[in-house]
């Protein structure tokens, strides 16, 4: 049973910064492409960042471009987002995702697995 759990979500002041992590277990993690979205209250889920099985391939949103690092461990399965100079309107609940997709997989058809999400808070 593949599960991805998320933590380090929280409330924050813009300009700080918070650093998501997420665990992967029962999936071949260091093939899987790997992602994060976010969804806030009554919009659609939209992809944050994504990196490809071997990290060598990174994708960010135009909005969070500059600010936002994407990095995996293969060896730890694990998956982080280092989110800095935050805005409000970078709150939302924040999901990791994995796919067996060997490219970058930027939207959300394309991920067959997701984690439960972690709640990010800005606050101006």
């Known amino acids: 049973q593949v599960q991805l759990v998320e933590s380090g979500g929280g409330l924050v002041q813009a300009g700080g910064s918070l650093r998501l992590s997420c665990a992967g277990s029962?999936?071949?993690?260091?093939?899987?492409?790997m992602g994060w979205f976010r969804q806030a209250p009554g919009k659609e889920r939209e992809v944050v960042s994504a990196?490809?099985?071997?990290?060598?391939?990174?994708y960010y949103r135009d909005s969070v471009k500059g600010r936002f690092t994407i990095s995996r461990d293969n060896a730890l399965n694990t998956m982080d987002l280092q989110m800095n100079s935050l805005k409000p309107e970078d709150t939302a609940v924040y999901y990791c995702?994995?796919?067996?997709?060997?490219?970058?997989?930027?939207?959300?058809?394309?991920?067959?697995?997701w984690g439960r999400g972690t709640q990010v808070t800005v606050s101006s």
């Open positions: 995702a994995a796919t067996t997709q060997w490219t970058i997989a930027t939207m959300t058809h394309e991920y067959e697995y």
């Open positions: 029962g999936l071949t993690f260091s093939t899987a492409g």
């Open positions: 990196i490809s099985w071997s990290g060598d391939k990174t």
